[in-house]
């Protein structure tokens, strides 16, 4: 079974550029989260999709993070305009369904703003 | 709001040692679930076990065991018979059965050969 893939691996930009990723979720999960993990810290949440509908994006930045799943799989978050504190890594998950099923996680992609 | 508060940034442990991982979080549910995940340093993130607060008996995955303290809101991780493969961050995580999994700030595990 494909693991989560997520694309580009790596990324540099200069601030108020933009810039996105992109997530390919396990077949067959409904679920999909997009994690920001900041250096030394652990992953937060910045968005819950429940197939192709938003759960959670209480904790997304709305005025220059953007995220869509369009017919319910694949996903791409984007970051418009970028500031040096994006600096991060971007985590995609899924899982089967809501409710406590296991996430599983992509390799993330590590964003340098410069 | 849930928080998750892991007091460790750093253990080391000798190869074939016992090492344990704590873990102290806060919540006013009743039902939800913990969990603890290995990131290695190339950036996957592994569950390595799962906790229901409903089950009073520890969960126990292979050299993984937890000891969990509901009252004292204490989840900490046992790692037996450490092996150098064990090596990475360890987050432990909380989830109130409305998906949105919290972590703490990590511990990063050494072991010594």
């Known amino acids: 079974e494909a693991g989560v893939a997520q694309s580009p691996r790596y990324k540099i930009i200069e601030k108020r550029q933009s810039v996105a990723f992109w997530c390919n979720p396990i077949s067959g999960h409904a679920t999909l989260y997009w994690y920001q993990q900041i250096l030394g810290q652990g992953p937060k949440l910045l968005i819950q999709?429940?197939?192709?509908?938003?759960?959670?994006d209480s904790q997304l930045p709305k005025d220059r993070f953007s995220a869509e799943r369009l017919k319910g799989v694949d996903s791409t978050l984007k970051i418009q305009p970028a500031k040096l504190e994006d600096s991060a890594v971007y985590l995609c998950a899924s899982s089967l369904d809501e409710g406590n099923y296991e996430q599983y996680f992509g390799p993330g992609t590590r964003l340098t703003v410069t | 709001a849930q928080t998750v508060t892991q007091s460790q940034p750093e253990m080391s442990v000798q190869e074939a040692e016992t090492v344990t991982l704590s873990c102290t979080y806060d919540t006013s549910e009743s039902d939800y679930y913990l969990f603890w995940y290995k990131q290695p340093p190339s950036r996957q993130m592994i569950l390595v076990i799962r906790?229901?607060?409903?089950?009073?008996q520890n969960a126990t995955e292979n050299r993984f065991s937890v000891n969990f303290q509901k009252a004292a809101k204490s989840f900490s991780l046992k790692i037996s018979d450490s092996q150098l493969g064990d090596a990475a961050m360890y987050f432990c995580a909380y989830n109130n059965a409305g998906n949105m999994l919290t972590f703490g700030g990590g511990t990063r595990l050494m072991v010594k050969p």
């Open positions: 999709f429940q197939n192709n509908g938003v759960v959670d």
């Open positions: 906790q229901e607060a409903y089950k009073q």
